[in-house]
């Protein structure tokens, strides 16, 4: 229902709302509309820098939010329950929600939270712009925007797009951390879906898709990328739904591994890549499986890092994932639903590896932090769903397989199990790397340097 007919008090704040952002200067309003303008352009094509875009035009509007005012007792005290916001420029000031606010639309303009307290959940949808003021309490929210909101308890938020941790906010982006020689860049899938991803390397390079595992994102690619680009290859790493600046849906059914790979088959038609080279690790690396059962045509061969045919419910770790520790530090990842918030023990001990530099540790950590936690849930739940056993002897493209020594979720038998049932595939190639573990690709520089050979030899032999 659009909510313009269903109350008439919030259509008279919003009316409000656009009376105090016409009495702003004439410079500033005009800087107001190109703000928004630029962003509709960037959010319909392939764009570069797309965060930086966003938060200029937070700073550029929280100016307005101060200048506007005279206009406070317009919205003070207003109360909403289940709402859906569909249209027009939203101003919200001093506004309790206690149900569900969507707003979800495609116009031009801003969305305002001024002193907003939320009991419920506030979910964005839009193309437009979000700029939080004031002091927030937000429990939850979710986005399918450009940029994740996922405020805590009496955060306080200042005019731009922050992450929480511990109820303080910083400026800085997972990405933030990190200087890589690659170009961030974004793109509206067919899917439905707003596509975050890096890309590196010749244009006119043989084309590589690097895809993360569970919440890893660009960070677990940071540095293999670059190494394969210096051997000519155009690298690109996308952020699967979930994480990092990708798109959040706020559906389980959204984090499917076939909807994970239907992401990754309209990518490849979005940028037209001809027949790319796939490389995954683990969730990844069953995403890889995915697109070589159901988009064969679309790719030229994949390489599984840290894989199996299924993932086995009863290894311990995927047991400490689900069921916790069995005391209060962790009670499983499934247990958090009243609190949207993970312990920091637990982020810590799935952030910990081997790798030593120190920029890579604190990227990795932060983007950790940056995924909701509705997110976690969904990837995790859809992840130890996977058996693709009975489906393996559908994959007919070339296979390489690496895999660490030191698995901790996919052991020597499951290496046997993945083989075995690839009997369809054109080729197969095991690598052992004694040691590693299951994070094959990033636990040290040599890690790092004999991965990106295996992936180069490969494809280099299946030219």
Same mark, same amino acid.
């Given at each position: 229902?659009?909510?313009?007919?269903k109350n008439t008090k919030l259509s008279t704040i919003i009316l409000?709302?656009?009376?105090?952002?016409?009495?702003?200067?004439?410079?500033?309003?005009?800087?107001?509309?190109?703000?928004?303008?630029?962003?509709?352009?960037?959010?319909?094509?392939?764009?570069?820098?797309?965060?930086?875009?966003?938060?200029?035009?937070?700073?550029?509007?929280?100016?307005?939010?101060?200048?506007?005012?005279?206009?406070?007792?317009?919205?003070?005290?207003?109360?909403?329950?289940?709402?859906?916001?569909?249209?027009?420029?939203?101003?919200?000031?001093?506004?309790?929600?206690?149900?569900?606010?969507?707003?979800?639309?495609?116009?031009?303009?801003?969305?305002?939270?001024?002193?907003?307290?939320?009991?419920?959940?506030?979910?964005?949808?839009?193309?437009?712009?979000?700029?939080?003021?004031?002091?927030?309490?937000?429990?939850?929210?979710?986005?399918?925007?450009?940029?994740?909101?996922?405020?805590?308890?009496?955060?306080?938020?200042?005019?731009?797009?922050?992450?929480?941790?511990?109820?303080?906010?910083?400026?800085?982006?997972?990405?933030?951390?990190?200087?890589?020689?690659?170009?961030?860049?974004?793109?509206?899938?067919?899917?439905?879906?707003?596509?975050?991803?890096?890309?590196?390397?010749?244009e006119k390079g043989t084309p590589v898709i690097l895809i993360h595992?569970?919440?890893?994102?660009?960070?677990?690619?940071?540095?293999?990328?670059?190494?394969?680009?210096?051997?000519?290859?155009?690298?690109?790493?996308?952020?699967?739904?979930?994480?990092?600046?990708?798109?959040?849906?706020?559906?389980?059914?959204?984090?499917?591994?076939?909807?994970?790979?239907?992401?990754?088959?309209?990518?490849?038609?979005?940028?037209?890549?001809?027949?790319?080279?796939?490389?995954?690790?683990?969730?990844?690396?069953?995403?890889?499986?995915?697109?070589?059962?159901?988009?064969?045509?679309?790719?030229?061969?994949? /390489?599984?890092? +840290? !894989?199996? %045919? @299924? #993932?086995?419910?009863?290894?311990?770790? *995927? =047991?400490?994932?689900?069921? &916790?520790?069995?005391?209060?530090?962790?009670?499983g990842i499934f247990a958090y639903d009243s609190t949207q918030k993970?312990?920091?023990?637990?982020?810590?001990?799935?952030?910990?590896?081997?790798?030593?530099?120190?920029?890579?540790?604190?990227?990795?950590?932060?983007?950790?932090?940056?995924?909701?936690?509705?997110?976690?849930?969904?990837?995790?739940?859809?992840?130890?769903?996977?058996?693709?056993?009975?489906?393996?002897?559908?994959?007919?493209?070339?296979?390489?397989?690496?895999?660490?020594?030191?698995?901790?979720?996919?052991?020597?038998?499951?290496?046997?199990?993945?083989?075995?049932?690839?009997?369809?595939?054109?080729?197969?190639?095991?690598?052992?790397?004694?040691?590693?573990?299951?994070? /094959?690709?990033? +636990? !040290?520089? %040599? @890690? #790092?340097?004999?991965?990106?050979?295996? *992936? =180069?030899?490969?494809?280099? &032999?299946?030219?």
């Open positions: 229902m659009n909510i313009f007919k409000a709302s656009l009376l105090s952002l016409s009495a702003c200067s004439e410079d500033d309003s005009n800087s107001v509309a190109a703000s928004s303008e630029d962003h509709e352009n960037h959010s319909t094509e392939e764009h570069s820098g797309s965060g930086e875009t966003h938060s200029g035009a937070a700073d550029e509007h929280s100016g307005h939010v101060t200048e506007s005012g005279d206009h406070k007792s317009a919205s003070s005290g207003l109360t909403l329950g289940d709402e859906n916001i569909k249209d027009g420029i939203i101003f919200l000031q001093d506004t309790t929600i206690n149900g569900v606010l969507t707003v979800n639309t495609s116009t031009p303009g801003a969305t305002v939270l001024k002193n907003v307290k939320v009991t419920g959940n506030l979910l964005i949808k839009r193309s437009g712009r979000v700029d939080f003021s004031g002091s927030a309490d937000v429990v939850h929210v979710g986005s399918s925007n450009t940029d994740v909101y996922a405020f805590e308890d009496n955060a306080k938020v200042n005019g731009h797009h922050f992450m929480g941790k511990n109820n303080t906010f910083t400026t800085k982006r997972f990405s933030d951390y990190q200087e890589v020689d690659w170009t961030e860049k974004a793109a509206h899938l067919s899917t439905g879906i707003h596509l975050a991803y890096t890309v590196t390397g010749d595992g569970l919440t890893d994102g660009r960070v677990s690619w940071s540095q293999v990328a670059p190494q394969l680009a210096k051997k000519g290859y155009r690298v690109y790493v996308p952020e699967l739904r979930g994480n990092g600046k990708t798109d959040k849906p706020i559906e389980e059914s959204a984090y499917s591994i076939k909807e994970l790979a239907k992401d990754i088959a309209a990518f490849i038609d979005k940028l037209e890549l001809n027949k790319p080279h796939i490389v995954g690790h683990s969730l990844g690396a069953f995403v890889a499986q995915e697109l070589s059962i159901l988009h064969a045509d679309k790719i030229a061969s994949i /390489t599984l890092i +840290g !894989s199996g %045919a @299924a #993932v086995d419910e009863t290894n311990a770790t *995927i =047991d400490w994932l689900v069921n &916790g520790t069995g005391d209060k530090n962790f009670d993970l312990p920091e023990s637990f982020i810590e001990k799935w952030g910990e590896n081997t790798n030593s530099d120190e920029e890579f540790q604190a990227a990795n950590l932060e983007h950790l932090h940056q995924v909701p936690y509705y997110a976690w849930k969904f990837l995790v739940k859809n992840f130890v769903a996977v058996d693709n056993a009975k489906r393996l002897s559908s994959i007919t493209s070339d296979v390489q397989i690496i895999w660490g020594t030191k698995d901790a979720i996919f052991d020597k038998k499951s290496q046997e199990t993945l083989q075995k049932g690839l009997d369809k595939a054109k080729s197969i190639e095991f690598h052992e790397i004694k040691d590693a573990d299951h994070n /094959t690709h990033w +636990g !040290s520089k %040599a @890690a #790092v340097e004999t991965v990106t050979d295996y *992936i =180069d030899n490969f494809i280099k &032999g299946d030219k």
